[in-house]
């Protein structure tokens, strides 16, 4: 059973648009919810991540939304930079056990 | 304070061969992963390790992967044999343990290429 599901698979949008990634999760004791992004011959690298005692997370133009009650949560990345192309990864994980991550949405932004 | 280190960076073998990739942690880090990483799967975990014990051994990955970890600060990940589809990019991660954990942080990777 896959834990954490995330869609789209990729994604494109302009430059200056709101690109919206969505996770959802399985386990109902998973407590912090990390998003990673990977550019292309890199690495996965933390980007943002929350805790659900808050249902939103700010940092920049990256937001996280968090809905505990659907067990759903999302990465906005606002005003797109084409420098914001990569892939993103959510994960979850109760940090005491294994993560799991999510099979990434590989994001776009044309100028 | 040092990041993950993998080495080598990249790895080419001929089908049949032993490889070992090896990892050192973030010091301070109590846990470690293996991840193989390709474009089709994305990140498929292959073991994990808690102070040094085995906690998920990545399930249909057991027959020709075995990862160790000697000591805290140092890890191994065998494939015997390898494979053509063994081919991929393999990732070493670290974490904090529990309670206000910090993230995963990721190495370099090895790139293995098996002809």
């Known amino acids: 059973q896959q834990q954490v599901k995330q869609s789209p698979q990729s994604l494109t949008v302009w430059e200056g648009e709101t690109a919206i990634l969505n996770c959802s999760y399985e386990d109902s004791t998973f407590d912090y919810f990390p998003w990673y992004h990977q550019f292309p011959g890199e690495s996965p690298a933390l980007l943002i991540a929350i805790r659900p005692v808050s249902n939103k997370k700010e940092d920049g133009r990256f937001t996280i939304f968090f809905n505990k009650r659907e067990k759903k949560f999302s990465l906005h990345i606002a005003d797109s930079q084409p420098g914001d192309s990569a892939t993103y990864f959510c994960?979850?994980?109760?940090?005491?056990?294994?993560?799991?991550f999510g099979k990434g949405t590989s994001l776009t932004v044309i100028p | 304070d040092a990041g993950v280190t993998q080495t080598p960076r990249h790895e080419v073998a001929e089908k049949g061969q032993t490889i070992i990739l090896k990892c050192e942690p973030v010091s301070g880090h109590n846990d470690l992963f293996w991840y193989r990483q390709t474009k089709i799967q994305g990140l498929e975990l292959l073991s994990y390790?808690?102070?040094?014990?085995?906690?998920?051994d990545g399930g249909a990955f057991k027959d020709r992967f075995k990862a160790e970890m000697l000591n805290s600060s140092f890890s191994t990940l065998k494939i015997q044999p390898t494979e053509p589809k063994d081919s991929a990019v393999y990732l070493c991660?670290?974490?904090?343990?529990?309670?206000?954990?910090?993230?995963?942080?990721f190495g370099p990777g090895t790139r293995l290429l098996v002809l």
């Open positions: 991660a670290s974490s904090r343990t529990g309670g206000n954990q910090d993230t995963q942080y």
């Open positions: 994960a979850a994980t109760t940090g005491y056990q294994n993560f799991y």
């Open positions: 390790f808690r102070s040094k014990s085995l906690m998920e």
